[in-house]
């Protein structure tokens, strides 16, 4: 099995590449025209190509940004094939702003897209395309406003100064790398941080070997060994693309596990700034193109309306329908929390909270209230006899069957705890309280649930009702009061309903 190529290899690799473009240019300075144009086009290739290979082998969320470097570089590529076109096929001079200009200005539109686009959480692809429209309008317009021209129209070329070119292609390499910079700064996470790293370092080795480059270029027309300083930045990310490793420095683990978290802070600040600044460059672009180029400024100036408009919309739904969506798990969870995870009934806690709740409204409204604990006889005999799952699907069914005997929407069931339950009953008399308890043994009765003890064959329940016909003190008072006769009904035989009123008066139930 062929084995991939280290990073040596790939280093070496680039080396070569170079000295023969250095060669090919001292051996044949009168053809320089035509042996260096095939190289300053491989270079930029063998980085799409690579920028290609690692976006189609990322799982992450860095293959957008690697994509979006991708169109950059291809894009430059385009640029150099044009250029070659121009100087060996039409001859233009160098003032002459014509495809290849717009090519190259264009390229840095994607690259600045992939430095602010957002992390993989916080990623909308309508936003995306949202951001690379007015991404693409502002360097169109931008392309306009510099060279006054229009790219791919029939008008005549306007030539533009040396020095405006050398200015506005250096300016648009060091924004690049500036951007860059903060956004190594501001991005602690793994893959998308290797990313970024390799970035900033290719756009500042661009960055200065085109100012240098540019600057020569600039008073000098001849194609000489200073067009190796082109291939430079395009084999360094070539390298660094294709090499089996990841790039690291000191530090980065520590940045992948969430450190310094000023950074996120930061790049938050990168990722949620940048669209406002596209539409801020649109408008003011287009405004300001508006005296030449009426038209192309008015639709620049809607254009920036529109898209920002729709952003701030889907913004706003996305927001409206997280909150919504908050609202739906936030109450769920708060389910899950007062209810048994076992019987599916009110827990402990809710049944505390709405004993509270009703008690409170009892003494402000005078009315009577009713509490029932419900325990299971001889619970632990069936568990050592049948298992504890038979024991928790005994509870299942009981729980069920107390619920339906409930008769209405106020009236609340919950797990006490163990094999007792506990209903609590709003508005509810002596007579009322009797009578929801007698139902409720009944309901039991006819589960007709194996186990055989003194009380008979099946499953039966002992009832300790309190009623409190005029509530005063607190509810732990009715609590006391049921868990006093319920424990009466246990000492009586079980299988009984044993009620204690305010007064504390016991009056005996019945099989």
Known sequence: MRRPPTLTHLVVLAATFVLLHVTGLWLLPAQATLV??????????????????????????????????????FLWACGIFLSAWEDIWQHLPQSAAWFSD????????????????????????????????????????????????????????A??????????????NFILAIAATLRVLAQPRGPERRFYLILFRFLWIYALMAYVYNNWAAVSNAHTSMDVLVDLPFLFLAVAAGAPRPLRVEGD????????????????????VSPVFYTVALLALSTSLMRRHFYVGTAGVFAA????????????????????ELREARDRLEQIALTDALTHTANRRRFDEALVLEWNRAIRHRHPIALLLIDIDYFKQLNDRFGHPAGDRCLVSVALALQSTLPRAGDLLAR??????????????????????????EAIRMLELRNETATGPFVTVSVGAAVFESPQGGPADIVAAADQALYRAKQCGRNRIEVTTECGILRSGMQ
Do not use: K
């Not at 270079?43 to 470097?69: D, H, I, K, N, Y």
């Not at 539109?109 to 690379?132: G, N, T």
């Not at 006490?416 to 009797?434: H, K, M, V």
């Open 36 to 73: 260096t144009y095939p190289f300053l086009l491989l270079a930029p290739l063998l980085a799409f190509a690579s920028c290609c290979w690692q976006a189609r082998a990322e799982t992450s969320g860095a293959r957008l940004p690697w994509v979006l470097l991708s169109a950059g570089i």
């Open 102 to 157: 717009f090519a190259f200005f264009l390229y840095g539109v994607p690259v600045l897209l992939a430095l602010s686009s957002a992390s993989e959480e916080q990623r909308i692809p309508s936003f995306i395309w949202i951001d690379a429209t007015q991404a693409l309008l502002t360097g169109f317009l931008l392309y306009i406003s510099i060279f006054s021209a229009m790219p791919f129209a029939d008008d005549t070329l």
């Open 159 to 172: 030539p533009v100064s040396a020095s405006t070119l050398v200015l506005t292609y250096n300016t648009e």
């Open 253 to 272: 683990e520590a940045a992948e596990a969430g450190g310094a978290p000023h950074r996120h802070t930061l790049a938050l600040f990168v990722e949620n």
């Open 305 to 324: 309306i529109a898209l920002y408009g729709t952003r701030s919309t889907l913004l706003q739904s996305r927001y409206i329908r997280i909150q919504r």
């Open 416 to 441: 006490y705890g163990g094999e007792e339950f506990a209903a609590i009953l709003p508005s509810t008399d002596e007579a009322g309280a009797r009578r929801v308890a007698l139902t409720m043994q």
